[in-house]
């Protein structure tokens, strides 16, 4: 297989450029920079030299869309609106690491990115990539969106309990916390190391870009579904998500009742693991791994479930189930080219 990597330098396009680099499958890699065409990969980040030596390209969507099997674009919000359409029609399937394609609402989205949304073509044609639920329709897909890091920990949380109808609607608080690498590459006041070390942050209150795809993929699994509390907070680590959500069920049940409903959901799916009773998950449990390690409870006395969900923001949260979907795309096993553990300590 031959692929791409459109912003290559940035840290998703890094973790992919890691990961196919290691896949069986991959024979030729192209990274892609809209900034620094012409310039040698190792030169920008030498902890890749004595691997291949890659010369970052310049973007050539007629080329690339015939020459390529699988494109991914990790580009900030509001280039791949424009970019896709133009890689689209050709051989390349597309997996877009953005959130321009997750929303299904063009009004939606420019409300919540405030930038101008994808052609609803485009919109219509992306099928969004969360593996462990919607796996048949990537497996037919020739363009991906792939899920955000802080939807791909909820949604994973919520799934079972959503898809039953177990939960009340109105009861859903997410609290989530990640590490700075999630906010990418660039700098800026809050990721500043003198304000970030030693401190802890929460941000975007109400306003975080996540919240409209984590409520639309919740009403898709229940039309009783409306809007969620969803608060994020910056922690001063580098990379690892945790999302600890808190619902009312609409019927009592035993907890061991409800980790039975998870592992049901989940015994098949091979990069979700469930924890046994007392048991919760810290973000070095999947640190540098694809997997999504959760804990539940229900509190006897209060009658309310915490579901504890966390993942790797740089790899579940993005490059490594990017890697996910393109293997189910070309029908190789989910694991293909992925680590089998999390790197410990």
């Known amino acids: 297989m031959k692929a791409g990597i459109v912003g290559a330098t940035g840290y998703g396009g890094i973790e992919l450029l890691r990961l196919l680099t290691n896949h069986p499958q991959v ?7 809209s900034s620094q065409a012409g310039e040698k990969f190792d030169d920008i980040y030498p902890q890749f030299q004595g ?11 007629e080329k690339m869309r015939e020459d390529l099997d699988v494109v991914f674009l990790a580009t900030p919000s509001g280039v791949s609106s424009k970019l896709t359409p133009q890689l689209q029609g050709g051989h390349a399937i597309v997996i877009d690491l953005s959130g321009d394609l997750r ?9 919540w990115y405030k930038k101008e949304a994808a052609p609803e073509e485009t919109l219509e044609k992306a099928v969004y990539g969360l593996p462990e639920w919607n796996q048949e329709r990537i497996q037919e897909a020739d363009l991906i969106a792939n899920p955000g890091c802080y939807p791909t920990a909820t949604l994973l949380g919520l799934g079972p309990v959503i898809k039953e109808g177990l939960a009340k609607p109105d009861s859903i608080v997410i609290d989530a916390k990640s590490g700075v690498s999630g906010a990418g590459k660039n700098p800026n006041p809050i990721t500043h190391f003198a304000h970030a070390q030693e401190n802890f942050q929460i941000y975007k209150v109400n306003q975080h870009q996540h919240i409209p795809e984590i409520e639309q993929q919740l009403s898709i699994w229940d039309d009783q579904m409306g809007a969620v509390t969803f608060s994020t907070h910056l922690v001063p680590m580098t990379r690892g998500i945790m999302a600890t959500i808190y619902l009312h069920l609409k019927e009592e049940m035993s ?3 409800l980790r039975q409903k998870f592992k049901s959901y989940y015994e098949a799916q091979p990069f979700v693991r469930i924890r046994e009773p007392g048991g919760f998950p810290c973000t070095k449990d999947v640190y540098g791994s694809n997997y999504c390690d959760i804990g539940l409870t229900i509190d006897a006395r209060t009658k309310r479930v915490t579901i504890v969900s966390v993942i790797d923001n740089l790899m579940k949260g993005a490059a490594s189930q990017a890697v996910q979907n393109m293997n189910l795309v070309f029908q190789y096993e989910q694991r293909t080219g992925l680590a089998p553990l999390p790197v410990y300590p």
Do not use: C, G, K, R
């Not at 024979?27 to 920079?33: C, D, G, N, R």
């Not at 691997?51 to 969507?61: A, F, G, I």
């Not at 929303?103 to 409300?111: A, G, K, L, R």
């Open 27 to 33: 024979e030729a890699i192209t990274l892609y920079s």
């Open 51 to 61: 691997s291949e030596s890659y010369v970052l390209q310049d973007l050539v969507p």
């Open 255 to 257: 907890e061991e009742d």
């Open 103 to 111: 929303i299904n609402d063009p009004e939606s989205y420019e409300q």
